[in-house]
């Protein structure tokens, strides 16, 4: 294995890294937020007769105009959630009115102050979740150097993740925020399948390693698939294809990240300890 490819891995961990230090200096937050957490009115649409496609036409040609809305399935059919400003509301029940029939429609008004305390929580969830990973991982191995290259190899996941989030325009909401912590989960597992194939099992590094990855690739291309048909069931704009879609991205993320960086850390660790 090539170690130097490791720069790659590690630049692009200190672009995100950058970005997103960045954003959180200049914004106040590092994602864009969801109306859950900055505040204001979430509008549910319900209709009289209307497919998802409808629905769905409908949030797009809403976000062109630079209105977040998506369909959500329920158990009373396709409904259509939009965020907007106070001022907006009538205007905008107006539009969607005149595409689909309304049968009723529902605000939420959502306090910032609630919004910020949301924001707090969500902070404390993802730090409570990663220390709880890096302590269960340092117990697991209890040896500081292939503990050290799975914890690396999560946050590099996470913030890479939360990287190309900000460059695709997806927001942190309660949905993306499952994603990323089930991403963290699905990424030690792939980091744990490597570490214990390569250096607790007989044979060379080579061989473990091709093995593993073997494993950990069909791992990745199974849950893609899986996750792809959520997106084309549910719809890109929903609540559950958005979360499919942050998963989708944190996997293959977590490609380079399990499979080049903690590989190459783990290569010379075997080589330098374990020889």
């Given at each position: 294995?090539?170690?130097?490819?490791?720069?790659?891995?590690?630049?692009?961990?200190?672009?995100?890294?950058?970005?997103?230090?960045?954003?959180?200096?200049?914004?106040?937050?590092f994602l864009d937020k969801g109306v859950e957490l900055r505040g204001g009115n979430l509008i549910?649409?319900?209709?009289?007769?209307?497919?998802?496609?409808?629905?769905?036409?409908i949030a797009d040609n809403l976000r062109k105009e630079n209105v977040v809305a998506y369909p959500v399935t329920t158990a009373i059919g396709t409904q259509l959630s939009i965020e907007a400003a106070e001022?907006?509301?009538d205007p905008l029940i107006e539009t969607v009115n005149n595409t689909a029939t309304i049968r009723d429609y529902d605000v939420s008004r959502i306090d910032p102050k609630i919004s910020a305390s949301v924001i707090?929580?969500?902070?404390?969830?993802?730090?409570?979740?990663?220390?709880?990973?890096?302590?269960?991982?340092?117990?697991?191995?209890?040896?500081?150097?292939?503990?050290?290259?799975?914890?690396?190899?999560?946050?590099?996941?996470?913030?890479?993740t939360c990287f190309i989030m900000n460059l695709a325009g997806i927001q942190m909401n309660m949905a993306t925020f499952t994603a990323l912590l089930m991403l963290l989960g699905y990424s030690v597992d792939t980091d744990i399948l490597l570490t214990t194939r390569t250096l607790k099992e007989r044979g060379n590094f080579s061989q473990n390693y091709k093995s593993a990855l073997k494993t950990?690739?069909?791992?990745?291309?199974?849950?893609?698939?899986a996750l792809s048909?959520?997106?084309f069931v549910a719809g890109a704009s929903s609540i559950f294809g958005q979360l499919a879609i942050?998963?989708?991205?944190?996997l293959l993320v977590d490609i380079p990240n399990t499979w080049i960086q903690n590989a190459v850390i783990l290569d010379w660790y075997k080589d330098r300890f374990h020889r």
């Amino acid at each position: 294995m090539d170690r130097r490819l490791i720069i790659l891995t590690l630049a692009l961990l200190v672009i995100a890294l950058a970005f997103l230090v960045n954003k959180q200096m200049t914004t106040g937050f590092f994602l864009d937020k969801g109306v859950e957490l900055r505040g204001g009115n979430l509008i549910t649409v319900t209709f009289e007769d209307a497919s998802f496609s409808q629905v769905a036409q409908i949030a797009d040609n809403l976000r062109k105009e630079n209105v977040v809305a998506y369909p959500v399935t329920t158990a009373i059919g396709t409904q259509l959630s939009i965020e907007a400003a106070e001022a907006d509301l009538d205007p905008l029940i107006e539009t969607v009115n005149n595409t689909a029939t309304i049968r009723d429609y529902d605000v939420s008004r959502i306090d910032p102050k609630i919004s910020a305390s949301v924001i707090t929580e969500i902070i404390k969830g993802l730090v409570f979740a990663f220390l709880a990973m890096a302590a269960i991982i340092f117990l697991l191995f209890r040896n500081p150097i292939p503990s050290i290259a799975v914890v690396l190899a999560a946050f590099s996941d996470l913030v890479i993740t939360c990287f190309i989030m900000n460059l695709a325009g997806i927001q942190m909401n309660m949905a993306t925020f499952t994603a990323l912590l089930m991403l963290l989960g699905y990424s030690v597992d792939t980091d744990i399948l490597l570490t214990t194939r390569t250096l607790k099992e007989r044979g060379n590094f080579s061989q473990n390693y091709k093995s593993a990855l073997k494993t950990g690739l069909t791992m990745t291309a199974v849950s893609t698939v899986a996750l792809s048909t959520v997106i084309f069931v549910a719809g890109a704009s929903s609540i559950f294809g958005q979360l499919a879609i942050v998963i989708i991205i944190g996997l293959l993320v977590d490609i380079p990240n399990t499979w080049i960086q903690n590989a190459v850390i783990l290569d010379w660790y075997k080589d330098r300890f374990h020889r």
